[in-house]
């Protein structure tokens, strides 16, 4: 059993192969955080001094006894409000005739075999039968609240799933203004947080900082989880290093507006709480109703960074996406965005997907501006009927040439928007969300559909099925282009409208759900104006997500190295661009630009027909070289070569196969020096008593002054691991650099 109650010592304890949780009901109920981290045994309770620290309050019933008793110091496991806590609380509700707060005890628990499940949101399963859920239910009896805290428990994947589900049993209505999905009471250690911000084109940017004293917010208001902000951070030890150490990561798996709140307090303990964007928030409970938070995934790990995100990378791709896709081999595809933006008609398209064939490709995707009368992004969206104008005798001539060249076919939609300039809006002006009295905010000249309507999440799944019946695709980009503003719903009551940001995620959950079980033959990839809903909520539905819009090698190393924290390689849209490249200007070799996007779900986004011959040859070699590799790519342990406040003129990573019988190492060198340093790495995860050779050596546009690379016919694994590789000086602009190793007997 993983979920051990102890009746004696009050504790519950949920143990994973390498790390230990553990709660503690208090003499009046209250559920104590007494313990997480590595795997151990025992009662931890008695870490936590009952200390008075002056002016903390204590609960009526023991001040007689003790004045160190107190909620402010504690540590909780879900946190109340106005309750004598006074660092973040992680629920409050408001009754009807004003009482706000929140102060719950333990009624009673329960431990079941599998993983509960969630209403309306995407949460963990369990493909192997392997998780076991704990549920305990805590109650505010004056206020008539409960809160049922849920936790999954997957044993040998390391990983603890956190959800609340909050009712109201009491006999009027009540006002939730805070539900947090999880709380987190951290009340020793020297953490630093690692986070992930951004702006569009420069998404999930690490960034890793001692916590300060006060409150430290990583948030989205924006409706979506944002360009700006990553709803997953790391809470590690400062001495944690890529390979050493303790690291902590929450990941929430929600796509809306967030909040992952840090507060280091008066005795540096650390509390987090994670879920919904407060601000704004609300949601009315009528007695007997409940309220589901989103899922939190927990992961706790001693040995540094690169195994926290392993775990994580393999709990999203088995554990958490549903698609067939997650572990399958995906197309190789040319997406026309880059290489036409909106000038393109059936002919070009046609001569795009001759081209993407005799490469070797398989699939075809055609982006914006097919359908309405779409010709620069100021109209049309909504009307997702095809541009006749453009493509010529419509979608299903196209499509029936594409395919009868050989390849899929893939296209693009934004669902979730409407272009003011278009028949929908004409026709449902109410359906954007606008204020009464008030022009709403445009961006990129479009408006949002509110999906918080029915009427409007069921026109929105009736619109893609009927073109996913109509048409045969084999591929969907997802977009969204915008943020939320001016949040009202002309069909909701005043009093709900703080429920209408939320309730928009679920309308958009809601109609990914049912299209993804209706069509699981399609392979569905998430996007947001690039990366700006790159979380594990889409996850659970799309295998993979397009990373970002700017796609310069250099840049996305930053750019993938930040994704790949949390999120696997398998779900890494990238893509081989035109160089010089259209967000920088940047001039870089073809087959670095490969090299990059292969650590990823790889394809083209440029005009073969502009390429030479020559670079034709290459990039059917590259495709080649991707369908061999892919496996590994997708399935095996990614490994970060460089810490991340190296001074470094390269980046490197290494993938390793589950069986540690494979790897590959890449390297793209970033900086070119003069009379450089030789360029010494150690490498990860083999195995040290197995013997490896280079199965394949491959330097790409590299001019290396010192001739001859003399490398030995094989090596043990330990050789590998501890001496390491002395590479050989690459000169030249971002040459790179890939190495496939592969057991040997010899
Ligand atoms: C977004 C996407 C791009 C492209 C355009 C089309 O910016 O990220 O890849 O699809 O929209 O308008």
């Known amino acids: 059993m993983s979920i051990v109650y102890d009746a004696a010592a009050r504790t519950l304890t949920l143990h994973t192969r390498e790390s230990s949780y553990q ?85 009673r628990h329960e431990i079941r075999r599998g993983k509960y499940a969630l209403r309306g949101l995407p949460a963990a399963f369990d493909p192997d039968g392997e998780a076991e ?258 493509l010529r005798g419509g979608l299903a001539p196209l499509i029936r040439d594409v395919k009868a060249m050989g390849l899929q076919f893939g296209l693009w939609v934004e669902p979730e928007m409407v272009s003011e300039d278009s028949q929908l809006f004409r026709a449902h002006p109410d359906w954007a969300l606008r204020l009464p009295g008030r022009q709403p905010m445009l961006s990129r000249s479009q408006l949002v559909l509110d999906l918080s309507r029915p009427d409007v999440y069921d026109w929105m799944f009736e619109t893609l099925k009927g073109l996913l019946e109509r048409y045969d695709i084999d591929y969907i980009k997802w977009d969204c282009n915008r943020s939320l503003t001016d949040l009202y719903s002309a069909a909701l009551p005043a009093g709900r409208q703080g429920e209408l940001a939320h309730r928009w995620v679920l309308g958009l959950y809601r109609v990914m759900e049912r299209l993804t079980k209706a069509f699981p033959q399609v392979l569905f990839e998430g996007c ?44 890494v849209g990238a893509h081989v661009s035109a160089s010089p490249n259209h967000q920088t200007g940047r001039h870089t070799p073809l087959d670095t630009r490969a090299l990059v996007a292969m650590a990823g779900g790889f394809g083209y986004e440029l005009d073969p027909g502009k390429l030479s011959e020559p670079e034709k ?42 069986e540690r019988d494979e790897s590959l190492l890449s390297l793209v060198v970033t900086r070119p020096r003069a009379n450089a340093k030789p360029l010494h790495l150690r490498l990860k995860g083999l195995d040290p008593a197995a013997r490896y050779r280079i199965a394949e050596r491959e330097i790409f546009d590299a001019f290396l002054p010192e001739g001859e690379w003399e490398l030995p016919e094989s090596w043990s694994g330990a050789a590998l691991l501890y001496a390491g590789l002395t590479l050989p000086r690459m000169m030249g602009d971002y040459p790179s650099l890939r190495l496939h190793l592969k057991k040997t007997e010899e």
Request: glycine share 8%; with cysteine; charged share 30%.
């Open 23 to 107: 709660m503690q009901i208090g003499p009046l109920g209250h559920l104590l955080h007494t313990y997480y981290g590595r795997r151990a045994e025992g009662n931890f309770r008695s870490l936590h001094l009952l200390k008075d620290v002056g002016f903390s309050p204590v609960p009526h019933e023991l001040d007689g006894e003790t004045r160190g008793w107190s909620l402010d110091t504690l540590p909780q496991e879900l946190s109340g409000a106005n309750s004598g806590d006074f660092r973040l609380a992680s629920l409050c509700a408001v009754t009807a005739d004003g009482r706000r707060g929140a102060e719950l005890r333990y009624v």
């Open 133 to 390: 859920t704990l549920s305990v239910i805590l109650a505010d009896e004056a206020l008539g609240l409960e809160a049922e805290l849920l936790y999954g428990v997957y044993e040998s994947r390391d990983l603890i799933t956190r959800a609340v589900r909050v009712t109201n049993r009491g006999s009027a209505p009540l006002r939730l203004e805070k539900a947090a999905s999880c709380c987190l009471d951290l009340p020793f250690g020297d953490w630093d947080v690692l986070h992930f911000h951004g702006r569009h084109a420069m998404e999930r940017q690490p960034e890793r900082l001692p916590l300060p004293h006060g409150e430290l917010r990583i948030a989205s208001r924006r409706g979506e989880s944002s360009h700006q902000h990553n709803p997953f951070l790391i809470l590690c030890d400062r001495h944690t290093t890529e390979d050493a150490g303790d690291a902590l990561g929450v990941m929430l798996v929600y796509s809306g507006s967030f909040e992952l709140a840090l507060e280091k307090d008066q005795m540096d303990a650390v509390r987090l709480t994670a879920g919904i964007q407060p601000e704004g928030f609300c949601w009315q409970l009528r007695p007997g109703e409940s309220f589901d938070t989103p899922e939190a995934l927990l992961c706790f790990g001693h040995e540094g960074l690169n195994a926290l995100s392993q775990r994580f990378h393999r709990f999203l791709r088995q554990d958490l996406c549903r698609s067939r896709f997650s572990r399958a081999p995906r197309p190789v595809l040319l997406n026309n965005w880059e290489a036409t933006y909106f000038d393109f008609d059936r002919e070009k398209i046609l001569a795009l997907a001759r081209e993407v064939k005799d490469l070797g490709a398989d699939l075809l995707v055609l982006d914006d501006g097919w359908f309405g009368r779409r010709n620069d992004d100021r109209s049309s969206l909504g009307d997702w009927f095809v541009n006749e104008e453009k």
């Open 528 to 571: 947001a104006g690039g990366g700006g809903r790159f979380d594990a909520g889409i996850l659970a539905y799309f295998p993979q997500i397009w990373c970002s819009d700017d796609t310069d090698p250099i840049e996305r190393l930053t750019i993938q190295r930040g994704s790949c924290y949390g999120y696997p390689l398998s779900t």
């Open 617 to 658: 040859q290459r990039i059917r070699r590259q495709i080649a070289r991707f369908r061999e590799l892919s496996e590994l790519v997708r399935e095996g342990d990614l490994f970060r070569l460089t810490e991340l406040d190296d001074e470094k003129d390269y980046e490197a990573w290494q993938i390793v196969s589950p």
